[in-house]
């Protein structure tokens, strides 16, 4: 789910089995959020939707996962 100004304003509907961070980077890549503050929690950690949060001009506030190299 995307939230802006505390509203949500993009929600994808999945599968159980499927872990939420498999389609963040496709559900990011929809919306335009340049110079946006994305927020996320140590699942969203993965150098991939990182990238693409910062190839948008964007900045993120995810806390690195513990078995993470590079923080």
């Known amino acids: 789910m995307l939230v802006g100004l505390g509203n ?8 159980g089995k499927v872990h ?9 890549q929809e919306y335009d959020n340049t110079g946006s503050h994305i927020l996320g929690d ?9 990238h693409c949060i910062t190839a948008n001009q964007a900045s993120y506030i995810i806390l690195p996962k513990a078995n993470s190299r590079n923080s």
Do not use: T
């Open 20 to 28: 939420d961070s498999v389609l963040a980077k496709d559900l990011l």
């Open 8 to 15: 949500p304003f993009a929600c994808l509907l999945i599968g």
């Open 42 to 50: 140590k699942a969203y950690g993965s150098e991939v939707i990182r």
